[in-house]
């Protein structure tokens, strides 16, 4: 085989490419697994030593040869190509595709910040049953039947399916897990309870017949109403910003003794009660078997609507129950 | 109740603060109350109603808050016993159990003093006479309700009982009742005088022509009176008031006070006692108070004289026993004030919660314990949102039409004794009617609707369970949708650490019931091992249709509880193989009727460990193989200690191709990549 004209042969046909994939066809014709340089260096066992050697190193010299040139015809290619695409222009003022995305439901939004920030400083979150009994509800948290504060708690009650069944109902608050969850654990413990709830009463802006609660309980040797403030204070400018206010005022469960409303400002300066609260009833603590006194403890319900109302300027929590996508994408 | 503010002020000899500052004082320190001019509309906490549904009671209140003096007196001296020639009994003194009666000679019954009139005008209420306004004005000053009687229009002895089926009572304003049995009246011969603690009857009324009255002030039993008014659906002031729970104590009071400012007012020319029927007299209560749990439960350093203060002012009387422990005496109309710690709140209430410091409570560092509940319903719903769901929450009631719509079964759902409307009939059966129905509102407005909700069904008996359920629409691309929420469902399975799900179309099971809710054929039970955790597919295109929508609707419905059984945190890291994969097409042709995911779980199994993956890659259907269908499966081969060679994958390929053909599927020509 004339080495020569090969090279000579090869140098042609990689100037005669026009594309970088003609090229690789040309670059596989003679170094390709099948290819004539290839095949030529197998073709040496047939020779001498001697002709062995001095074939093979020209054979080499070619190999290296067409290589080079190869790669520099690649080289060119390449930068004509980059060359050109640098040079392409797309509009970037077109707006960016749009993505589909799903939104959290703003009340789960605010149950999570309050069961975060309640984490933090070590309250557990547990939760307890939607259809309860009338003794959770009622009886175990110092509201026996006939006592004039059940009407605070206008219930739906379940249809019974035997007569001699016990009377249930939906729970009006997240209450009755207190009892539950003391019944159930020793203290020293801090709990949250989020939770739907329900009461049978007409609906308004700031009233609906179903709605979200969160229950608070810490029982420990020493619990005070000022480490309620501390607690309820700082929670508040978690949750709400550093220049939050709120005020504590008396109220009236009899779950509670002392018992409290926490409001908050609004931005037209108004108070919006969030959470009743208070110290832990001695009589909470009887009815779940506990020795009087031994223990003490605070409580308080949040209302999520109110948090979120006042949280996101929402002004009818009708709205919150209706699935309205127009509602939901704005969180 | 409307406080006149003036009336408010002719207690103290201090001048008070304006109606808006008391207002807000009084808001902040257990009566949420508002000024309207000269008038404060204060709401009485059901606990204090007892004692403070009066301007005197607001006044001691007041009188705590600002630590001024309560300028207050009535007459001492008892009334003497007249002699009568009619009998006066209680025959359950449970139900009542104090009856006062005083007998006033030869009264004038003219108009009432404008004094009066004025500040019962502006209480809200109206002069009628001297008489009427004489009883109205001691109710909202002392909250005892004071009754008159023409004492000559009285026919023979009277009685306290229950009313007997069928009387007839006919009430001041001319309005007919006919009673049912059992409610406590106020009788003489000829029948019912006054429906007790709540309305006067017309028979006996005092008029501008009366002579002599007879003036009842009695104490009813709450329950006693709430019968009445639920019975008749009749409200009064004296009602709300003994509704209540008024002590029996305020009955002397009242009477005191009335002959006080009745003397002049109606001019009697003699006045006596009938009776004071009061077997059990209520008595006062001494607790033992221990002012370090005092201050430890508020959290403040209040000294022994405050403290002192503020029982006094409230109308309690202290003894201090040691420097650290009192004995307080509560009246007996502070029902509510029963234990220690309701004398807690009555120092931290006046002392004013807002001058308490925030204190940080020291307890043990003892770290929440995780809810993993609660954890995965966050992944759970954070997956479904990062997919581009959105969240909703909806009632948790349906109506009686819902359950035939959906076919479910009415014996299994709960049904309330008192729902809003018929429309909030029963409990929830499943999330999807609901959900459904607010897919279809927005269907008005967006082209595509994709919801979820995580929430509570319940059924008989007694049976709630946490469920997640989506429903969506994106047309036109219906056809692909049922295979997105499957893909959907099966990524979210996997989120959750479960391995072995799996989806079932042989002889679904009605999910909960709901029989007219599924397409019968496009829709499969969702399985973990042996266990039915939920449905997907389609919506029945009937119920579609009922629903509104003219589109296919595709939905799921999970049960989390019996699914989250299943979930598993655990996530243990396989080694990444340093030996390249090798990647085989398998090309089968199978029953129309065989299950997919079978042959997919088939080619696994056979091939043995090295197989690492198993995908379908494509599903063919040609009309010459209707009963038949082709499919192609895309088989990773891979070792986690070797390459694998051509004639290794081999054999591993020729097994699932013998597993194939024992099955009795023939292969097609086999591609490889």
């Known amino acids: 085989m004339d080495l020569d004209q090969v090279s000579k042969e090869a140098q042609q046909a990689i100037n005669k490419c026009r594309d970088l994939s003609e090229l690789e066809e040309t670059a596989r014709h003679y170094l390709g697994k099948k290819g004539v340089v290839t095949t030529a260096f197998s073709q040496l066992t047939k020779l001498s030593l001697s002709q062995k050697k001095s074939e093979g190193k020209k054979l080499n010299q070619v190999q290296a040869i067409i290589a080079d040139q190869v790669k520099q015809k690649e080289k060119d290619f390449k930068e004509n190509l980059f060359q050109s695409q640098s040079e392409s222009k797309i509009d970037i003022s077109r707006p960016g595709k749009k993505i589909k995305l799903g939104h959290l439901h703003p009340l789960t939004k605010v149950v999570r910040e309050v069961e975060d920030i309640f984490q933090l400083i070590g309250f557990s979150v547990v939760e307890g049953p939607e259809l309860e009994t009338e003794y959770y509800n009622f009886d175990a948290l110092n509201i026996p039947a006939d006592h004039p504060a059940r009407d605070i708690w206008d219930t739906f009650w379940i249809k019974k399916s035997k007569p001699k069944q016990k009377k249930n109902l939906l729970r009006t608050h997240t209450s009755p897990n207190q009892a539950r969850y003391l019944e159930k654990n020793q203290p020293p413990l801090r709990i949250i309870v989020p939770g739907m709830c329900y009461r049978h009463e007409a609906t308004d802006r700031t009233h609906g017949f179903q709605f979200m609660q969160i229950e608070g309980l810490m029982v420990d040797e020493q619990v005070s109403l000022a480490n309620f403030k501390a607690v309820v204070e700082r929670f508040s400018q978690m949750f709400f910003g550093p220049d939050a206010e709120i005020r504590i005022i008396p109220d009236y469960f009899p779950f509670t003794e002392p018992s409290v409303e926490v409001s908050m400002r609004n931005k037209a300066g108004e108070w919006l009660e969030i959470m009743g609260a208070g110290l832990v009833h001695p009589n909470v603590f009887k009815a779940v078997g506990y020795p009087p006194y031994q223990w003490q403890g605070f409580a308080f319900g949040v209302g999520v609507e109110r948090l979120a109302m006042i949280k996101y300027g929402l002004d009818d929590v009708r709205q919150l129950y209706q699935g309205d996508l127009r509602l939901i994408q704005q969180f | ?673």
Not at chain 2, 633 to 646: F, G, M, P, T
């Open chain 2, 1 to 673: 109740m409307i406080f006149d503010y003036a009336w408010l002020q002719s207690f103290f000899k201090k001048k008070l603060p304006t109606p808006q500052k008391l207002a807000d004082l009084l808001t902040n320190h257990g009566f949420e109350t508002q000024s309207m001019g000269s008038d404060l509309d204060a709401s009485i906490p059901p606990s204090r109603a007892r004692d403070c549904l009066s301007h005197l009671g607001l006044a001691r209140e007041i009188s705590a808050i600002l630590n001024y003096r309560l300028n207050y007196s009535v007459a001492q001296k008892s009334l003497k016993p007249g002699k009568f020639d009619f009998q006066v009994s209680v025959i359950d003194p449970e139900q009542c159990p104090r009856y006062y009666l005083s007998f006033w000679s030869d009264v004038k019954v003219g108009n009432g003093p404008t004094e009066i009139a004025d500040r019962l005008r502006k209480a809200g209420q109206r002069p009628i006479n001297a008489s009427v306004d004489l009883v109205n004005y001691i109710m909202l000053e002392t909250g005892q309700p004071v009754h008159a009687f023409d004492a000559d229009l009285i026919k023979g002895s009277i009685e306290v009982r229950p009313s007997r089926s069928g009387e007839i009572f006919i009430s001041l304003e001319n309005k007919r009742y006919r009673l049912p049995k059992d409610l406590l009246v106020i009788a003489d011969q000829a029948g019912p005088l006054a429906l007790a603690g709540v309305k006067g009857g017309k028979r006996a009324e005092v008029t501008q022509s009366t002579k002599n009255i007879l003036i009842e002030a009695a104490n009813f039993d709450y329950r006693t009176v709430r019968r009445t008014v639920r019975s008749l659906d009749l409200r009064t002031e004296a009602s709300w008031r003994f509704e209540n729970g008024l002590d029996p104590s305020w009955v002397d009071l009242a009477q005191r006070r009335i002959r006080d400012l009745g003397q002049s007012i109606l001019k009697p020319d003699r006045i006596e006692r009938v009776v004071d029927l009061y077997p059990h007299p209520s008595r006062d209560k001494n607790i033992s108070f221990d002012l370090t749990w005092l201050r430890e439960r508020l959290g403040i350093q209040i000294t022994t004289k405050q403290t002192e203060k503020i029982f006094q002012k409230l109308g309690f009387g202290v003894q201090i026993v040691s420097n650290r422990k009192l004995r307080v005496r509560v009246p007996s109309w502070r029902i509510d004030v029963q234990a220690p710690e309701d004398l807690v709140e009555e120092v931290g209430r006046i002392y004013g919660y807002s001058q308490i410091k925030a204190d940080p409570p020291r307890a043990l560092l003892i770290p929440p314990k995780v809810n993993y509940q609660r954890l995965w319903q966050r992944l759970i719903k954070d997956f479904l949102v990062n997919f581009g769901l959105n969240e909703t929450y909806q009632y948790s009631f349906l109506s009686e039409r819902d359950l035939s719509l959906f076919g479910y079964d009415r014996e299994l759902a709960i049904e309330l004794s008192n729902p809003m409307s018929a429309r909030y009939q029963f409990l929830r059966f499943s999330l999807l009617p609901n959900l459904l129905r607010a897919v279809g509102e927005n269907a008005k407005r967006f082209n595509q609707v994709e919801l979820f909700e995580m929430g509570r069904i319940f059924s008989t008996p007694d049976q709630e369970k946490l469920t997640l359920a989506g429903a969506l629409i994106d047309p036109p691309a219906g056809s692909d949708k049922f295979y997105e929420i499957k893909g959907l469902i099966e990524s979210l399975i996997r989120q959750l650490g479960i391995t072995d799900a799996w989806f079932d179309g042989y002889q679904a099971q009605d999910y909960f019931g709901g029989s007219k809710t599924w397409h019968p054929n496009h829709r499969v039970e969702i399985k973990v091992g042996s266990a039915v955790v939920g449905f997907l597919g389609e919506i029945h295109p009937i119920l579609a249709d009922r629903l509104g929508f003219s589109e296919s609707v595709f939905a799921f419905e999970i049960d989390l509880d019996q699914l989250l059984k299943f979930a598993s945190e655990q996530q243990e890291y396989q080694p990444i193989s340093p030996y390249p994969a090798v990647i085989r097409d398998l090309s089968v042709v199978i029953p129309q009727e065989e299950s997919l995911e079978r042959v997919i779980h088939l080619a696994d199994l056979s091939g043995g460990n090295l197989v690492r993956d198993v995908d379908l890659i494509d599903v063919y259907q040609s009309d010459q193989l209707d009963k038949e269908k082709s499919l192609t499966l895309r088989i990773v081969y891979q070792s986690n200690e070797k390459n694998l060679s051509a004639l290794e994958v081999g054999k591993l390929e020729q097994k699932i191709i013998k597993a194939f053909q024992q099955k009795g599927w023939h292969l097609r020509q086999s591609n490889n990549a």
